[in-house]
């Protein structure tokens, strides 16, 4: 991406709608960054939560290794990752790895609590009426594990959008150039429009993901009713 370009002075309290295709065009730079690094991350997490949930002796090392990599300080792991890798610390594809070991970080463990949550009698009666390893997996383990997982997507993806405005720091371009643009030349509305922009994207990225939730496991609104029906029923008889 190039250099972005935009207009006004620092004192411009017409900055935002000067620079309306600014804020967009580092929008969708900064949502493709993000949505290809959610994505990586909840692929590589479904295997290697697999492992950590169905090999016992190894749950403990995996789970602890990959949230161990959440700890890494993002700058510093940016700043590492191409002496390793081999590529230009300034490439996206330096932000996208580097999120992506931030998602898998979160997700390992979710996947892994969520296969934990499946009920032993329904995999033994999966089973039962002859369905092999692989075809339980994705048919009954997989979707009764969803509503545990989606809700460590969700908030992989929040921390995922959060966490891309530090690529700015090492050269790659999205939101975070708002920030530094605006605090080295003190426009206040510059920063405020990043940091909105970053939150705007949060928020809608959490929605859609609660929404094909819902669609993708109809079952889960259904279950909520009924807890939430055996919630009331009792404070009725109780009154």
């Not at 081999?86 to 997700?107: D, K, P």
């Not at 390893?133 to 048919?139: D, K, V």
């Not at 921390?159 to 206040?188: C, D, E, H, M």
């Not at 939730?213 to 009725?236: D, E, H, Q």
Request: charged content about 15%.
């Amino acid at each position: 991406m190039t250099r972005p370009t935009w207009s006004g002075t620092a004192g411009d309290v017409n900055w935002v709608t000067d620079n309306l295709d600014l804020i967009l065009e580092l929008t969708l730079v900064h949502l493709r960054q993000s949505a290809i690094a959610i994505v990586l991350g909840f692929v590589l997490s479904l295997p290697l939560g697999w492992i950590a949930w169905r090999y016992r002796l190894v749950r403990g090392p995996v789970i602890v290794l990959t949230g161990l990599l959440y700890t890494i300080p993002s700058l510093a792991l940016l700043i590492l990752l191409p002496s390793v890798v081999g590529y230009s610390a300034r490439s996206e594809a330096n932000l996208v790895v580097g999120l992506t070991i931030y998602a898998v970080a979160i997700l390992v463990r979710s996947v892994a609590d969520g296969l934990d949550s499946v009920d032993p009698d329904v995999r033994q009666a999966a089973s039962a009426v002859g369905y092999g390893g692989g075809r339980r997996f994705w048919t009954v383990d997989l979707p009764l594990a969803g509503p545990v997982i989606l809700a460590g997507l969700r908030v992989a993806a929040v921390s995922t959008i959060s966490l891309a405005t530090v690529g700015i720091l090492v050269g790659v371009t999205n939101l975070g150039y708002l920030f530094t643009n605006g605090l080295q030349r003190r426009i206040i509305p510059e920063v405020l429009a990043g940091v909105l922009a970053v939150v705007v994207i949060a928020l809608i990225i959490d929605l859609l993901l609660l929404l094909a939730g819902r669609a993708i496991m109809p079952w889960t609104r259904s279950a909520g009713v009924k807890s939430t029906r055996r919630r009331v029923l009792p404070m009725r008889a109780a009154a």
